[in-house]
């Protein structure tokens, strides 16, 4: 289970630490809430490895001088441009999903520049009709697209899931899995 929440990570310790001894995997994780181009309403779900802790994540979020007021503030938008802030990500071993893009125009808007500029792969959709965009826009890429997100109550979690075989199980399946295609340069 991967779960992220907006600008924090305080909760990882305490679910590591319950899920101990079960057969679950807990996926560390936060949301960031990015610009690109005009849209400053693009979330990110970044995930890190399974051994990454509280303290990590925080670390990650000082790196892009995120302060503790933004926790869980939606309004809240990431100064840095988002190819330092995927710089920052992978340099914590993280990966990146783009949430729900295709949530309002404004975000679909700038969906070429998430897959043509940034190499994004993968994408958590709202809509499942929405697959048909990607096979329309660029029919001889490959995605991975998912509809899993969005629990804001406890009563909501497992309502929205996904499931996928990973080519190496955890985090390394999915480091696999949603891996972004940049071009060297």
Known sequence: IA??????GEFIDQ????AQGSPLTVIPGVSLRCRV???DDIIIS???PESTTSADVSAFLRALQIPEQAKGDQGYVVAQPL???LHTLESFQGVAIP???DKTPTRLAVLGELVETYGFRAFDLAYTDSAATFKQRWPK???QLFSFSDAYALAQI???SARMKLPTPGFAGIRQVVARQVEAS
């Open 15 to 18: 679910l590591v630490t319950a």
């Open 37 to 39: 181009g005009r849209c």
């Open 3 to 8: 779960i992220t929440d907006l600008y924090s």
């Open 83 to 85: 190819d330092q802030v």
């Open 46 to 48: 970044c995930l890190f």
């Open 99 to 101: 949430t729900r893009v």
């Open 141 to 143: 890429l490959k995605f």
């Open 158 to 160: 497992g309502r929205r």
